[in-house]
């Protein structure tokens, strides 16, 4: 099994910055895509960015040129940077790991942006 902690949620107002953090620890063997997805009031959960082992990433439309993936494999750790924070960035932010066929999920952490 492989552990998710996820740190660095917070209230922030539109416009400002906050930096997600997902340490995993635990069975780890080959980590391959790790990411980020939300989940809103009332919404489905959603991709926001992933990064593979090799460090190519993939965005959520709406993010893109705001929030930088990236990830530390020494420290099996992904972060996510957010700029220019929108009231619409509201949401419980969850780490994903993908290891061979296997997908973990952290417990989230909120992120609540006020106009």
């Known amino acids: 099994q492989v552990q998710l902690v996820e740190s660095g949620g917070g209230l922030v107002q539109a416009g400002g910055s906050l930096r997600l953090s997902c340490a995993a620890s635990g069975s780890i063997f080959s980590i391959n895509a790790m990411g980020w997805y939300r989940q809103a009031s009332g919404k489905q959960r959603e991709l926001v960015a992933a990064i593979t082992s090799r460090g190519s990433t993939n965005y959520a439309d709406s993010v893109k040129g705001r929030f930088t993936i990236s990830r530390d494999n020494a420290r099996n750790t992904v972060y996510l940077q957010m700029n220019s924070l929108k009231p619409e960035d509201t949401g419980v932010y969850y780490c994903?790991?993908?290891?061979?066929?296997?997908?973990?999920w952290g417990k989230g952490t909120l992120v609540t942006v006020s106009s």
């Open positions: 994903n790991v993908a290891q061979r066929l296997d997908m973990y």
